[in-house]
């Protein structure tokens, strides 16, 4: 659409693969720096470690490339993990099409993702601070796990709410 375009996408994503790096990356043949880009995006999966896809995985996406997606199961998963943090008191954003929440650090903690996040782990909570994500003072809460997973964490993060520390 635009010369400068790159469309990046993972089928770890689209598949509900997670820990699986198979995807591409476009470069729009009109990019004046097309090569540069092409050539940056080589090196750095090399130097991640992410030479090339497993043959196996490439051949499941080869035959999966045009199956429909059933993505009920993760909109209950939301809707159930949404549920738990509006009883719980937690702010959160409502994703359209992701498999976790983006949710608001408390107060009582000045907008220390990474000092939350240890705190939640005092309740068997694991979570992402945000920081990570270059989102400061937020957190995220993944719901690709099991759904049981899910329903058992409401007491933990209600009790985990109340008794957050008001001010730091």
């Known amino acids: 659409m635009y010369k400068n375009s790159v469309v990046v996408t993972s089928f770890a994503k689209n598949f509900s693969l997670p820990g699986e790096r198979i ?3 476009c470069v729009n043949p009109a990019c004046p720096e097309k090569n540069d880009v092409v050539s940056a995006c080589i090196y750095t999966t090399r130097v991640l470690g992410f030479v090339n896809a497993p ?11 045009k199956s429909p997606a059933d993505m009920s199961l993760y909109e209950k998963r939301r809707n159930e993990l949404v549920e738990i943090l509006d ?7 409502n ?5 976790y929440l983006w949710c608001k650090v408390p107060e009582g903690f000045d907008g220390d993702d990474m000092d939350f996040c240890d705190y939640l782990k005092k309740y068997l909570i694991l979570a ?3 920081s990570g994500f270059g989102g400061r003072g937020w ?8 759904e049981k997973s899910i329903i058992n964490s409401r007491s933990a993060f209600v009790r985990a709410m109340k008794e957050c520390p008001l001010k730091k």
């Open 23 to 25: 995807g591409y990356i």
């Open 55 to 65: 043959a196996l995985m490439q051949r499941v996406v080869a035959k999966s490339w």
């Open 87 to 93: 009883e719980a008191g937690i702010v959160h954003a």
């Open 95 to 99: 994703p359209e099409g992701a498999f």
């Open 128 to 130: 992402a601070p945000g």
């Open 139 to 146: 957190f995220r809460l993944a719901y690709c796990t099991s």
